[in-house]
């Protein structure tokens, strides 16, 4: 008899022994993450001047005389621009649009690292022109501006304008 009560509880515990849950992890964890589409720029020049210029003049610095350092995480979009249509300074001269000299009218191009007279870039108040479109994420580039100096003058007082690069994700 003892047998048989040792080998029933035997398999009393085998059977519940198949229905007791085995002990698993209850939770996991994922990692997740996300880098943000960060846009920044930076030029190693804050001015440049031309010096004394005569009337309908056309200096220009190195077209690599300026060095955009792009931290940009993403292709960016950049347009080189003045933030005023006029020249500060006496009588001021007018910002051209189009970089056409005329009677205390003055005009801006700028160059990306390549030649005067090729694929210049003409600097823009109203609307501003790209200067580096589709611009690749941590590209650096240098680019020269170019002055379009009056064709007359009515004063010798010193102008001053200031240029401006923006970037944008494209």
Known sequence: MKRYLVSFLLVVVM??????PVLA???????VTATPAYVAISA???SYDFGVVAASATPSTAEDWCT???TSTVQTDQTISVTTNSWAGGVTWTHSDTATAGADTAG???NKGGTWGVGDVIVKFDTPNYIAENQAATTDYAFGLQLIA????TDGVEKTITVRISAASG
């Open 108 to 110: 801006l191009k700028s």
């Open 68 to 70: 955009i350092d792009n």
């Open 44 to 46: 190693n020049q804050s």
């Open 150 to 153: 009056p064709s007359s003058f």
């Open 25 to 31: 992890a209850t939770t996991d964890d994922i990692t």
């Open 15 to 20: 059977v519940l022994g198949m229905t007791v």
